[in-house]
């Protein structure tokens, strides 16, 4: 059992908090909340990833306070806030005002229910209300048809709780569709909005409600607060189902002990616990770190390396198998906007930093996120690739089907759009797999279909596809699902590298000409990108290197081979990876020249060829000017470093450089946002707070720095601090696990589940 070693990761506040900048994540993987104490009471916003409107946005499901009188919390004599994340619960405890309560907050992990639990010394008067800020029809925005005609959200008082809801009205689907070329094939397109409604229903046990405020009194209480996204469904029949929910929920005590047994197991499922790492300083703007406004309290854990590390892969947990992916900008944590600001880039930090200076209302509100409400797969992708070495396959599923449900889309888009076969990949996608409307261009009229006006993210096809392709290899590899390898993983392949082939027609020498593409955002219009051309070698290689690869797959795969443009190489003296065969100047701050160490893993130091794989690293990461250094806080997102979705980390441990993979792991864990008082409040790097990426490359780092596999091999250590004591618990391919325990400088302990897997270990200390 290491619920002890977690013990020492528990965080433990002294201080009330001023707003929801104070506020902590609780989550059960689909609904997720922020949860913070104020003098006034207790607050949640309450989220879910299928929280979606007509126009496609991820909206909060609200706020919740609740409230006691005698009021223990303002002018408080004494309070604790403990943060118990093995059991998957939050403990308040407060003494004021003559009173002396305790609250047990957690999501259960088998309903969508949030529960509190509370009991106070003496009768005390409870009150839960509800708030919301889509009371009247939103401001326009560009990346979405008819933002303006969104529906407003209903709340209802019921005798016995509070009803509210969302109900979409028409939906940018079609119109989208319509514009962007598949207008007649809209049976084929996954309507994820039309007939939507999310929203809840609150239940103050043994209470009423009074003009919209739920009220009991007494010395002990429980609130519940039960969510629902459904879709198709009528109003009635959701009200029945949600209500039905509220009504029928388990007692708190044993939708705790389901929930607390459910995490008791993930913890023990996978860990990591490092020693010895010395705490690296925060880079932040001086304005910046002027706007922390919470109170710092003392934080005495072992190491900041494994604090950032259990307290990320917290956050992920709550909100990584919901219905739709993690967003990128905030997961499900998103806050306020501050100081009435909206979110520019000029000034993302200040906003994401500072305090809100009112409630949220019409004009600003949670529902804000920096970069909009899309997806894009270069952010969408880096917790995933984090997961399977902790064992966290149902995320990886959730992924999987997301993107399986565009394929009969993605396969008109192909025929449309190019003429080809096969499907077709893009970077920028909504709930549904379009592009969203203002991506793609409103303005059609001398543009080609398929098209995009927005030249980064919207221009960025067919690498985004070769990476998801990847992370499938690798489930594959990890789980050796033979029905995932028959319905999703070969099919998607094959249809992938059709539609590349079809697509790119002209040939020279016998080879493909992928051109125009992209090198991701970095360069524009390029002929034969790196991130294309590494990707397809990389995939096709271990596609034939598959156990009982069927016979025409492999005949068509060797074929295809054959057809590849060679690996783009520049600088004859000091051979490195170049952007692209012909490429223009730089338009991003991307990697892009070690694109064939990570993602793919094509060349690393396993590979026995890595020579030119360690001379790109060395290029991108040192000779150019700023890029070794970590991301300052307050800056733009246009500065380079080593922080956000940057993987030079993750590339440094694949090529075997400990002492660069332990620098930029321990700079990076210090870079959580000033104004925050949860650790894994990343950021903003490039993205929102948290910034999920930086979470993610922080575990993907530490895991690989520890674990690493090529064919049978297992390497453990392949690229760590030798000064640093650790214990790990990790997953490895062909359903292994791996628990093993190095102490200065020496293995003491290693177990290898199962036991034949034991000569496949390569130790490289």
């Not at 106070?120 to 800020?133: A, E, F, H, I, L």
């Not at 880079?283 to 770190?289: D, G, I, K, R, W």
Request: aromatic share 12%; hydrophobic share 35%.
């Amino acid at each position: 059992m290491m619920k002890g070693k977690y013990e020492a990761y528990q965080l433990t506040w002294h201080q009330i908090g001023q707003s929801d900048r104070a506020a902590v994540p609780l989550g059960n993987g689909d609904l997720a909340s922020s949860f913070w104490v104020t003098q006034e009471g207790l607050h949640f916003y309450l989220a879910k990833s299928d929280a979606l409107t007509e126009t496609d946005r991820n909206v909060k499901l609200g706020k919740v306070n609740l409230s006691m009188e005698p009021n223990p919390f303002s002018g408080a004599s004494a309070f604790t806030q403990r943060m118990e994340i093995y059991d998957g619960c939050v403990c308040v405890e407060a003494q004021g005002n003559g009173v002396r309560v305790r609250l047990h907050v957690f999501v259960d992990k088998y309903s969508n229910i949030l529960y509190v639990e509370g009991e106070s010394d003496r009768p005390v008067r409870v009150q839960v209300s509800y708030d919301n800020w889509r009371t009247q029809k939103p401001a326009p925005e560009d990346d979405a048809f008819g933002l303006s005609a969104e529906n407003t959200d209903v709340i209802e008082s019921w005798v016995e709780g509070l009803l509210f809801y969302h109900q979409n009205g028409d939906t940018c689907v079609s119109e989208t569709a319509e514009l962007e070329g598949v207008g007649p094939y809209l049976d084929e397109v996954y309507d994820s909005l039309t007939g939507r409604i999310f929203g809840g229903f609150l239940l103050l046990e043994d209470g009423q409600s009074r003009q919209g405020v739920l009220e009991a009194e007494g010395s002990n209480f429980t609130m519940k607060a039960a969510v629902l996204s459904q879709q198709p469904t009528s109003l009635p029949d959701w009200k029945t189902s949600i209500v039905r929910l509220a009504r029928e929920a388990a007692t708190a005590q044993t939708a705790f002990g389901r929930t607390k047994n459910w995490w008791n197991n993930y913890w023990e499922q996978s860990y990591v616990f490092v020693q010895g790492d010395v705490p690296a300083d925060p880079v932040y703007e001086e304005s910046l770190a002027a706007l922390r406004k919470e109170p710092v309290e003392p934080d005495d854990c072992p190491s900041a390396v494994t604090r950032a590390y259990v307290h990320t892969k917290y956050l992920f947990a709550c909100c990584s198998t919901g219905e739709f992916p993690i967003p990128f900008n905030g997961a499900l944590f998103n806050l306020m906007p501050g100081s009435g600001e909206h979110y520019n880039v000029d000034r993302l930090s200040e906003a994401l930093t500072t305090q809100p200076n009112r409630e949220p209302d019409a004009a600003l509100n949670p529902d804000e996120r920096p970069w909009g409400h899309c997806n894009l797969w270069q952010n969408l992708r880096l917790p995933y690739f984090s997961m399977l070495a902790r064992g966290e396959y149902d995320g990886m599923n959730s992924l999987f089907r997301h993107f399986k449900r565009f394929w009969p889309i993605d396969r008109r888009r192909q025929s449309v759009y190019y003429g080809g076969e096969g499907q077709y990949s893009n970077e920028l996608t909504t709930s549904f797999g379009l592009m969203p409307a203002g991506g793609y261009g409103l303005d059609r009229s001398s543009l080609a279909p398929g098209y995009a006006v927005t030249r980064f993210s919207a221009a960025v096809d067919i690498s985004p596809g070769l990476e998801l392709a990847t992370l499938m290899l690798d489930y594959y590899d990890y789980t050796r699902d033979g029905e995932f390898l028959r319905g999703t993983l070969l099919p998607y392949t094959y249809e992938l590298l059709r539609g590349i082939e079809t697509r790119f027609t002209v040939r020279e020498n016998g080879k493909m000409v992928l051109s125009p593409l992209h090198c991701v955002e970095t360069f524009h219009d390029t002929k034969n990108p790196l991130t294309v051309v590494a990707g397809l070698y990389a995939v096709t290689q271990r596609l034939l290197k598959l156990p009982q690869l069927p016979s025409r797959m492999e005949m068509y795969l060797r074929e295809y081979r054959t057809i590849l443009p060679d690996i783009p190489i520049e600088n004859p003296d000091k051979p490195r990876y170049a952007p692209a065969q012909e490429y223009g100047r730089p338009m991003n701050v991307e990697p892009v020249w070690i694109t064939p160490v990570f993602p793919f893993r094509l060349s690393t130091w396993i590979s026995g060829d890595s020579e030119i794989a360690r001379n790109s690293y060395h290029y991108c990461m040192k000779e150019r000017a700023d890029a070794f250094r970590p991301f300052k806080l307050g800056s733009t997102p246009s500065y380079t470093s080593y922080s956000g979705w940057q993987y030079g980390g993750m590339a440094a441990a694949l090529l075997g450089m400990s002492d660069d993979a332990a620098q930029v792991l321990r700079d990076n864990c210090a870079l959580s946002n000033p104004g925050h008082k949860y650790p894994a409040m990343w950021g903003p790097c490039y993205d929102g707070v948290p910034d999920v990426d930086h979470g993610a490359n922080l575990l993907t780092t530490l895991q690989l720095m520890l674990l690493q596999t090529q064919g049978d091999a297992i390497y453990l250590f392949p690229a760590w601090e030798r000064n640093w004591d650790v214990s790990f618990r990790l997953f490895a391919p062909q359903n292994t696990i791996i628990s093993c325990t190095y102490r200065k400088g020496k293995v003491e302990s290693l177990s290898v589940d199962p036991p034949q897997r034991r000569q496949d270990i390569v130790i490289c200390l």
